[in-house]
């Protein structure tokens, strides 16, 4: 079946201005995660969606960071006023539920000039 | 504060040359163990899950292997194909809270032919 899929695959913005990355799940998986992963970095946890429970936030660094998901299915990462220091890859990952494993779409590379 | 180190950083082979690569982690209670394959430019993919110390896993080259304080990733015979970076996550058991992983910086396998 399909996995999961991440729009767009590259992004290119300048200073300031404001992104939103997409992400589409695998059909039926309840949890979604955000992560951001720099070069050289691990994997840094961003935000997190169980079913109709409220989103984990914990890992967002900063109020200009927001992510939603509707429906219980697709999910959208808004950065705004976009910096420098927040070019990265943003990968999402899905799973059945919260304590199984997670599969990976591709990610977002995002530039910020 | 759950904790994951990966070694070697990086590890250079020869084509047929076995070797290991280690993850060390400090969890409260550890609920899973996760093994990730990332080639450039990819998400990670899914490779095993470790639930109890004693557990191995193993595909095709690999295989996966659990202690109480850290596991291996052995690659038997490797081929160039197994180059990529090996993300290694731990998802500790949280009573009521959330399931969210934590990663090491992961080692980066170049096999040589």
């Known amino acids: 079946g399909a996995g999961v899929s991440q729009s767009p695959s590259n992004k290119v913005t300048e200073k300031g201005k404001d992104v939103e990355l997409r992400c589409d799940p695998i059909?039926?998986?309840?949890?979604l995660y955000w992560y951001r992963q720099s070069l050289g970095q691990g994997l840094e946890f961003l935000i997190y969606?169980?079913?109709?429970?409220?989103?984990?936030k914990s890992g967002l660094p900063s109020d200009r960071f927001s992510a939603e998901r509707t429906g219980g299915s697709v999910s959208t990462l808004t950065i705004q006023r976009t910096q420098q220091e927040d070019s990265a890859v943003y990968l999402c990952?899905?799973?059945?539920?919260?304590?199984?494993?997670?599969?990976f779409g591709p990610g977002t590379r995002l530039t910020v000039l | 504060e759950d904790q994951v180190t990966q070694s070697p950083e990086a590890l250079r082979l020869q084509e047929g040359e076995s070797s290991s690569l280690n993850c060390s982690y400090t969890?409260?209670?550890?609920?899973?163990l996760f093994w990730y394959r990332q080639d450039p430019g990819k998400g990670p993919e899914f490779l095993f899950t470790?639930?109890?110390a004693g557990e191995e896993k193993e595909k095709e080259r690999l295989k996966a292997t659990l202690t109480k304080k850290e596991s291996f990733l052995h690659i038997t015979a490797p081929k160039p194909e197994d180059s990529a970076t090996y993300l290694c996550?731990?998802?500790?058991?949280?009573?009521?809270?959330?399931?969210?992983?934590?990663f090491g910086r992961g080692t980066s396998l170049i096999v040589h032919p």
């Open positions: 990952a899905s799973s059945l539920w919260d304590a199984d494993t997670q599969y």
């Open positions: 059909s039926g998986h309840t949890a």
């Open positions: 969606f169980q079913g109709n429970s409220a989103p984990d």
């Open positions: 969890v409260s209670g550890l609920r899973g």
């Open positions: 470790l639930y109890s």
């Open positions: 996550a731990v998802q500790a058991t949280l009573g009521g809270g959330s399931y969210i992983p934590t």
